[in-house]
């Protein structure tokens, strides 16, 4: 009797201790955090998705609160949320242009010559360190789709001509793609910059144009047809100062090849419809 | 002389079918020359060179066409009298266009290249021996293609006890660096001397697999008819096992000394040299010829006529393999280099360059329908480098690439044993260059 008693004295004795230890610990403690924190975080997309910069979506939530970023520097959450983050804050949701991913390359099956057959396991970065994968050009798309594989967004998908494919509307601009490509293809930039490169080899004339028939040949026209100064040759390829924004069709007109194109509705690549596709092919 | 402490052999490895009887006693002979040449700027470790000719000057054979752009680098010699016709991309053999110097060989031109001397490479002061190293171009003959002077010229305060010459060629099919062996020994003991005396090395071991016992008994008659040695030189017979030619397991084979992970041989006293580049070597501090040709293996069931062919660097692929009857129809695959460290051809039209050690040519198409990893673990008893290749694999399958590292991804050496020991034809080899391109990429951002 004697051994129960004493066993529940003790067990209530450590059950005081701690919860006097609790509650001090609780009452002189405590850390202070901004309720408003947890109640933004709550209205963030929690894909953790790195796109604004932060660490996470937490991190993002701790920096608007402190008032050191504005709500739309989130590229994920849609204008709606934004607003109420804004609201929620008592600030402006702030000015921010949505950027997508840009692949610098339209050399697909059908456009870049091939001079061997790669026959081995099926990711970009395997194929680009045996014997560059069979492509004519050192520097273009491999077709493989590894940047599809690494966007979490569903926003990248390739088409049937072996390019990859980038939905605006579902794009992020987290820049997982961007890593993802062995052959640095694809890029961020703003939507809004209309004139687009989609050549990266750095071979000028017939070097070129023998690897890839949409290959840039470097002749400058678009340069020199640019508003003075936005598009500049540099290392045999047009550079496009996309800060500048929308530019217009003028530069693109001459060109000989299709290297530089003019985006009308902001998509890169024309979907191309596969029953039309196969109907061409028998 | 004391006996050295290796058991001759180390740990793990495999055992490949070794396929050299189809060349391993033919005699080395010499490709004509054909009438166009392209050297790549880069074929060597480092930076590429500056190219010092001009399109449609004339060169003579031998004639420094490229200067070394930098001191991880080295010089470029054309491999034949004639004219240059261009200087732009052309293709590398792994498919890639690289910058390089075409040469349009004269067809009138006996080709001959006058001896020249630099003076007794024996008593020259070591920094003009080391700066001589590079203006012959020389590099690692093995496969890597490692500026040879970079090794040579140790750092402050450090010092080699031993030069280890590699004449394992555990390369299936190779025969290249046998046959030199067997035919020219006294060249690869003068390169021996030159080199030995050049680093201050005690004494120089010729480690040779046990399967070319004529190289054994070849290089030990030129070692008794030398007599007396500046460098003393001993041949030690190593056992038959792939990767006996990675320099890690050549020093633990001989001396029973293990090369910590991430150091190199210097660390323990040593460095390491293929023996066809000390043949080189003694080739440019004897007659002034720099590296302009090489001997190369021309195997492999697509070949008609194998052969072990010295050839000018520069030659076209396609060109090789026309002179060996190579080309028919049923080819498959060409390989560069060996079977298991050997890179696919991508294109004819590259040129032999100076890290190329043979020309394999397959007619058969490999199975290469990739199974599941069912961890029977062979992949571990074949790495000689103690790693956890089915561990390796499954995180680079995930993209798990960070996480490799701690796995210890940067020390696989791609010696591909894994690769060849793998039931399930998982691609190890090709998974982990590929991630350690990532991984490079990963770290450049973080920076």
Request: aromatic content about 4%.
């Amino acid at each position: 009797m004697d051994v129960i008693l004493l066993a529940v004295a003790i067990m209530t004795g450590l059950g005081l201790f701690f919860a006097i230890v609790l509650t001090v610990s609780y009452r002189y403690l405590k850390v202070e955090e901004d309720p408003r924190v947890d109640a933004v975080e709550a209205k963030l997309p929690a894909t953790n998705c790195g796109a604004c910069g932060q660490a996470g979506c937490r991190a993002f939530a701790e920096k608007l609160v402190a008032g050191e970023l504005s709500p739309s520097q989130c590229t994920v959450s849609s204008p709606d949320a934004i607003d109420e983050i804004a609201e929620l804050l008592g600030v402006s949701a702030g000015e921010a242009d949505k950027r997508v991913a840009r692949v610098h390359c339209a050399g697909g099956l059908a456009e870049a010559r091939t001079i061997a057959a790669y026959d081995g396991f099926d990711t970009c970065g395997a194929a680009a360190v045996v014997s560059a994968g069979g492509k004519a050009c050192s520097w273009g798309c491999l077709g493989l789709g590894d940047c599809a594989a690494a966007c979490t967004f569903d926003a990248l998908h390739m088409n049937v001509n072996g390019l990859p494919v980038v939905d605006v509307d579902k794009c992020t601009a987290c820049g997982d793609c961007v890593v993802a490509c062995p052959r640095n293809l694809i890029d961020i930039e703003p939507l809004s910059a209309d004139v687009l490169v989609q050549c990266s080899a750095p071979l000028a004339g017939d070097d070129a144009r023998e690897v890839c028939a949409v290959a840039c040949d470097a002749c400058g026209r678009c340069a020199q047809d640019a508003p003075e100064g936005l598009i500049r040759m540099e290392n045999n390829l047009p550079v496009v100062d996309f800060e500048a924004g929308p530019m217009g069709p003028r530069p693109t007109l001459r060109c000989p090849t299709g290297a530089i194109v003019w985006l009308r509705d902001g998509r890169q690549f024309p979907v191309i419809d596969v029953p039309a596709l196969r109907r061409n092919h028998g | 002389m004391q006996r050295l402490p290796g058991s001759g052999t180390f740990s793990h490895g495999v055992h490949p079918d070794e396929h050299k009887e189809a060349t391993e006693g033919l005699p080395i002979e010499r490709m004509p020359f054909v009438s166009r040449f392209v050297l790549p700027l880069s074929q060597h470790i480092g930076a590429p060179c500056r190219p010092v000719v001009r399109p449609n000057q004339r060169v003579r054979r031998g004639q420094l066409v490229a200067e070394p752009g930098g001191f991880v680098s080295t010089a470029l010699h054309s491999p034949v009298t004639g004219r240059v016709v261009g200087i732009g991309p052309r293709r590398h053999p792994n498919g890639q266009l690289v910058q390089a110097i075409e040469i349009e060989a004269d067809p009138l031109d006996p080709q001959d290249m006058p001896d020249q001397s630099f003076g007794d490479p024996l008593t020259m002061p070591v920094p003009e021996l080391i700066d001589l190293v590079q203006r012959g171009g020389m590099v690692g003959l093995g496969g890597a293609a490692f500026p040879s002077h970079v090794k040579y010229k140790l750092p402050e305060g450090r010092s080699a006890r031993w030069l280890v010459l590699n004449g394992c060629e555990c390369e299936p099919f190779l025969t290249c660096d046998h046959r030199v062996m067997v035919e020219h020994p006294d060249r690869v003991l003068r390169g021996i001397q030159i080199v030995g005396r050049l680093l201050g090395v005690e004494e120089a071991v010729i480690g040779v697999e046990l399967n070319k016992p004529d190289a054994i008994e070849a290089l030990r008659h030129a070692i008794e008819d030398a007599g007396d040695l500046v460098v003393p030189t001993r041949v030690q017979g190593v056992k038959v096992k792939y990767p006996q030619g990675a320099e890690k397991m050549l020093i633990k084979a001989l001396f029973d000394v293990e090369v910590p992970a991430g150091k190199l041989p210097l660390d323990v006293g040593m460095v390491v040299n293929n023996v066809g580049t000390m043949a080189a070597v003694a080739d440019w501090f004897d007659h002034g010829r720099p590296l302009v040709e090489r001997v190369i293996t021309v195997s492999g069931p697509g070949v008609r006529r194998p052969a072990n062919l010295l050839v000018p660097i520069g030659t076209p692929i396609r060109a090789v393999l026309e002179y060996c009857d190579a080309l028919g129809p049923d080819v498959q695959e060409i390989v560069m280099g060996g079977p298991m460290m050997g890179q696919p051809v991508a294109s004819l039209d590259a040129p032999v360059l100076k890290g190329t050690s043979g020309l394999l040519v397959f007619t058969e198409s490999r199975d290469q329908a990739m199974r599941a990893c069912i961890k029977c673990g062979r992949c571990l008893e074949a790495c000689a480098y103690n790693l956890n290749p089915s561990r390796l694999g499954r995180l680079a399958r995930a993209g798990r690439i960070e996480e490799m590292e701690r796995y210890h991804l940067m020390d696989c050496m791609e010696c591909g044993a894994c690769t060849w020991a793998c039931p399930s034809r998982i691609p190890l080899v090709q998974l982990f260059r590929s991630a350690k391109g990532n991984l490079r990429k990963i770290k450049a951002a973080a920076k």
